[in-house]
């Protein structure tokens, strides 16, 4: 089965540092990937997927970018964190052809 | 494209009580629509999900949802509530066919009071 690992778990970083959260998969090959952030209150929003090494579509305009360096290695990266960064980004891999996510335990990120 | 809409943000229920969560969604596509649960600070896990097969999905823990495509609603029930059920809980739905991408309601926090 797919397990799925994130780290740092929470992160307290000043606005305009730079940011980087890893996600990594086992357990499966050429899985699609997700990055999604949670605000309070405002659900899941999907900021990034890819469905392949070096392939990386973008939902939102935002101070995020993403890369996949590597087949099951998934960063969520930013040059100059703001304020409105701040939440809670969950990792997701979907299971091949079933449209099921298995996701990430989540990084929590303060920015102050 | 796909939405659902989740109505209440908070529901809240006394232990031993019938537990109903609402869910409508949206799609232009045949949809596979699922629930998920998030516990504080933790990912999110699947309860159950609809793939075309069973109208009536049975889940974990207790949990089951009814596809409606009359009514587009994806409701979530489980007949009597637990102090764990406790959580926050998502209704997401996408498209069975292209390339699928998970688009959630805003959640519903369910408590449950002894």
């Known amino acids: 089965s797919q397990t799925i690992h994130q780290w740092p778990a929470t992160l307290v970083q000043p606005v305009g540092s730079p940011l980087s959260l890893e996600c990594t998969v086992e357990g499966t090959s050429n899985p699609n990937l997700y990055w999604y952030r949670q605000a309070a209150g405002r659900g899941l929003q999907l900021l990034f997927y890819?469905?392949?090494?070096?392939?990386i579509s973008s939902e939102v305009p935002q101070n995020l970018s993403a890369s996949r360096p590597q087949d099951r290695q998934f960063i969520l990266s930013s040059k100059k964190l703001l304020l409105s960064d701040s939440g809670f980004y969950l990792c997701a891999c979907m299971r091949a052809n079933t449209g099921e996510l298995f996701f990430g335990e989540g990084s929590r990120l303060t920015v102050l | 494209a796909q939405s659902v809409t989740q109505l209440g943000s908070h529901v809240s229920v006394s232990e031993g009580a019938l537990v109903l969560l609402r869910c409508n969604y949206s799609s232009s596509v045949p949809p596979y629509l699922f629930w998920y649960v998030q516990y504080p600070n933790q990912g999110l896990q699947l309860l159950l999900k609809?793939?075309?097969?069973?109208?009536l999905v049975k889940g974990i823990n207790g949990f089951e949802a009814e596809f409606k495509k009359s009514e587009t609603s994806f409701h979530l029930t489980k007949p009597s509530a637990h102090m764990s059920d406790a959580a926050e809980y998502f209704c997401?739905?996408?498209?069975?066919?292209?390339?699928?991408?998970?688009?959630f309601g805003t959640g519903t926090r369910l408590l449950v009071s002894p």
């Open positions: 997401a739905v996408s498209a069975r066919t292209g390339f699928q991408k998970l688009v």
């Open positions: 890819s469905v392949g090494i070096g392939q």
């Open positions: 609809y793939t075309s097969a069973a109208t």
